[in-house]
Nanobody
């Protein structure tokens, strides 16, 4: 049973920083591409970033490029999202997701390629 657990969300002022974590269990974490998404109030889920199973390749949405950094520590079965220069429009629930198939990589923002999702962690950026 795959389980993804996000943590690290909270309330932060605009311009501040947060680091989100996603700890995975149930499969060989180091074999799967991982991704971060978020959902703002009243909006659809939005792709943010993805990282290949080895951590050597990443891909970002234009909206967060240069401000967010995705990384992973396969020894800890954990993925991270370092967020800086946060803006009020970054407010939302942040989700981590794990690719359906092992050793598969594509620079895709499609949520459908991910088979497992965490419960989300809420980030609120105040102005």
């Amino acid at each position: 049973q795959v389980q993804l657990v996000e943590s690290g969300g909270g309330l932060v002022q605009a311009g501040g920083s947060l680091r989100l974590s996603c700890t995975a269990s149930g499969r060989t974490f180091s074999s799967y591409t991982m991704g971060w998404f978020r959902q703002a109030p009243g909006k659809e889920r939005e792709f943010l970033a993805t990282i290949i199973w080895s951590g050597s390749t990443t891909y970002y949405a234009d909206s967060v490029k240069g401000r967010f950094t995705i990384s992973r520590d396969n020894a800890k079965n954990t993925m991270y999202l370092q967020m800086i220069s946060l803006k009020p429009e970054d407010t939302g629930v942040y989700y981590c997701a794990e690719e359906r198939a092992p050793l598969r990589w594509s620079r895709s923002s499609a949520a459908e390629q991910y088979g497992y999702w965490g419960q989300g962690t809420k980030v609120t950026v105040s102005s």
